[in-house]
């Protein structure tokens, strides 16, 4: 069935490394897509988001790039930082069901100091 | 300036009780999304309302979940004759408007245990 997901479920990294994290989506419908960072014991919060028109976009620290071809997305975290471990989420929103968005099943970012 | 407001945030019960959740959204938004999360999965929709109306319930199980968004007062989530199936994280966001975005206002979360 058409899903959100993720390739790898827990992503350890060196404070002041950059941070990749892929997201795979098979809804070729799919027009919006966005990432959520949730903290532990908090609700998701919205980072950055992108639309099917568009390859890239940055944000302040962050990119998301965004290749149709291959149904794939990502986001790029700039100079980690220990306040941004938590799990991350993408999530994308079908065009003719504007409000409902289907997350993906999340991955987890660790940041070594 | 208060965001999305839920409560109780922990909430225990055993098989067979009744759980009610409740979400406030925040100040001048009309339109509220329920989300279950699982653990260690992400969220799945289950319903959107606006005042008094349910606009889409495909989300939400077909037997012992129900929810409303009376006219004044919070939005409720309520669950009946729970059972251990239904121990989750259940989010509430709202948005003043039907957001094709992903700009929703989340709450903090109401975290139910079924023991």
């Known amino acids: 069935g058409e899903s959100v997901g993720l390739h790898l479920p827990t992503l350890s990294v060196q404070e002041g490394d950059n941070s990749i994290i892929n997201c795979a989506y098979s809804?070729?419908?799919?027009?919006?897509f966005i990432w959520y960072k949730q903290e532990s014991g908090k609700g998701p919060q919205f980072i950055i988001d992108i639309r099917s028109n568009m390859d890239k976009r940055q944000g302040q620290r962050v990119t998301v790039l965004l290749n149709k071809t291959v149904k794939h997305l990502s986001l790029q975290i700039a100079a980690t930082q220990p306040g941004d471990s938590a799990v991350y989420f993408c999530a994308e929103n079908i065009s003719d069901s504007s409000y409902k968005l289907i997350f993906g099943s999340g991955t987890r970012l660790l940041v070594r100091p | 300036n208060a965001g999305v407001m839920q409560n109780p945030r922990h909430l225990v019960r055993r098989r067979g009780q009744e759980a009610r959740l409740r979400c406030s959204p925040m100040k001048g938004h009309s339109h509220v999304y329920w989300y279950r999360q699982l653990p260690e999965e992400g969220l799945k929709f289950m319903v959107y309302l606006q005042k008094e109306n349910i606009i889409d319930e495909s989300g939400m199980p077909k037997e012992r979940f129900s929810a409303e968004f009376p006219k004044e007062g919070p939005s409720i989530l309520r669950i009946q004759q729970v059972v251990r199936g239904d121990s989750a994280a259940y989010f509430c966001?709202?948005?003043?408007?039907?957001?094709?975005?992903?700009?929703?206002?989340f709450g903090e979360g109401s975290r139910l245990t079924v023991l």
């Open positions: 809804n070729s419908a799919s027009d919006y």
């Open positions: 966001a709202s948005s003043p408007r039907q957001v094709n975005t992903g700009e929703l206002f």
